[in-house]
């Protein structure tokens, strides 16, 4: 197991599409084990590949402690990793106050699927179908995002967006200066 650097925006590589995985290897494997530890280390409920500089389709989230903490009591670690996701149904509409562990610092409302369905292969390559509401459905929309290169913050509206990643891009830059 190891911990993996987690890519901070504006790195270039966050905005590029990751390719699928044509067979899941032990590499792969392995890859998954050591993107959950990074995202347990950084606090967070999800990790794409691009974000740790491997252009893979390939996400992990874990909603569970999070839900447990806000809203749901109880409710155990529910780590799902999936490899080659597609949101293949979708319905409804959710506003979730998101965040990102390659956009440290911010968070903002975004609009998305109440309830999602996603297919792709687990990490031995078996196939796998997730239906997700609430937070889960959220996560999983925002890793797969990833994937395409789009960021959290470019699903704002698009002043919005302008302004934000202007404001990151120049707090990017002074942390770079004093660092
Ligand atoms: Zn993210």
Known sequence: ???????????????????????VTPATTQLIEDMFETMYEAEGVGLAAPQVGVLERIIV???????????????????????????VEKDGKLVWEEGCLSVPGYTDEVERAATVRVEGLDKHGNP?????????????????????????????SRLK???????????????????
């Open 1 to 23: 197991m190891a911990l993996l650097e987690i890519l901070t925006f504006p790195d270039p590589r966050l905005a590029k599409k990751a390719k699928p995985v044509d067979v």
């Open 61 to 87: 989230v874990d909603c569970g402690k999070r839900e447990a903490e806000e809203e749901r009591p109880l409710q155990p670690k529910e780590p799902y990793a999936i490899v080659n996701p597609v949101v």
């Open 128 to 156: 796998i179908s997730i239906e997700a509401e609430g937070l889960l459905a959220v996560c999983l929309q925002h890793e797969i995002d990833h994937l395409e290169g789009v960021l959290f913050v470019d699903r704002l």
């Open 161 to 179: 967006s302008s302004m934000v990643k202007k404001k990151l891009k120049k707090r990017a830059l002074e942390e770079a200066a004093t660092a």
